[in-house]
């Protein structure tokens, strides 16, 4: 890339937020609120056609072990993915969980939306679910920097088609989004459909470099190596 992008395009877990807060906080809260949010909702609307999807994606398996089942193999499937969302609300909205960021995340994010780049978001977390984290994170609400959400509902993301669709829908030419994420395969895909590329290598993560991508082992790095503003 030889300018600057006009678009960052980021991951959640292992690129803005610990992946111990996604498996140790989150995880862990859907599945234990599980059973009592479907008792007490699975008949709304929203739910049952949820709880439809999974039938549909689980033939012949109880819904709620299949979404078990789901939980225990981390699959990013999106009838789980929406429902996790749903579930979280309620702690997020009672204060019971905080969205995580890396300290370097939020300072990078607001110098970056202020200089006029365009930020959004590609994670295997519902739109829902990633509205909550950045809304009612540490370092305040940051919803209002991004102009797009992605989830799985545009495909999966190890697929280049995905990011084909996420280019278009953010109106832009493909070599003009820069997607961060800690995972290679995903930013494999990202460069098939001609995005450029940068791999979040946090040690605190344990990351482990492709050696297929820049590296950056924080955003504040990423604006050094992409010619983006730094915090003031
Ligand atoms: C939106 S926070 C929840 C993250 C999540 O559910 C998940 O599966 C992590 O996916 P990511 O694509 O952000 O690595
Ligand atoms: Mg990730």
Redesign the pocket.
């Known amino acids: 890339m030889a300018a600057p992008p006009a678009c960052i395009l980021t ?7 610990a ?1 111990a807060f ?1 498996k140790e906080t ?2 862990p809260f859907a599945a234990a609120e599980l059973d009592a949010f479907l008792d007490a909702r699975g008949t709304a609307p929203e739910v049952a056609s949820i709880l439809a999807d999974v039938a549909a994606a689980a033939p012949g398996e109880d819904p709620r072990a299949a979404l078990r089942r789901w939980m225990a193999e ?1 699959a ?1 499937v999106t009838p789980l ?1 929406t429902l ?2 749903l579930i ?1 609300r309620a702690g997020y909205e009672d204060g019971r969980i905080k ?1 995580h960021l890396w300290p370097d995340v939020a300072p990078c994010l607001r110098a970056w939306a202020k200089a006029g780049l365009r930020l959004a ?6 739109v829902e ?2 509205k ?2 950045f809304g009612h994170s540490a370092a305040g609400d940051l919803v209002p920097l991004f102009s797009g959400f992605f ?1 799985t509902r545009v495909g999966g ?1 190890r697929e280049a088609a995905s990011y084909a669709t996420i280019a278009t829908g953010l109106n832009l030419p493909p070599d003009e989004v820069l997607f961060l ?3 290679a395969e ?1 930013l494999d895909a990202a460069a098939a459909a001609g995005l450029a590329t940068c791999q979040l290598v946090r040690a605190a993560d344990g990351t482990r470099p492709s050696g297929r991508h820049p590296e950056a082992p924080d955003f504040a790095a990423i604006a050094r190596r992409f010619g983006l503003p730094a915090p003031t």
């Not at 991951?11 to 937020?17: A, C, N, V």
């Not at 978001?121 to 519902?126: D, E, F, I, R």
Request: aromatic share 8%.
């Open positions: 991951d959640i877990e292992g690129t803005t937020s992946i996604v989150l995880f981390d990013k993915k996790q969302g979280w969205g978001v590609y994670s295997s977390g519902s679910a990633q909550l984290l989830d993301k994420s800690d995972v995903e």
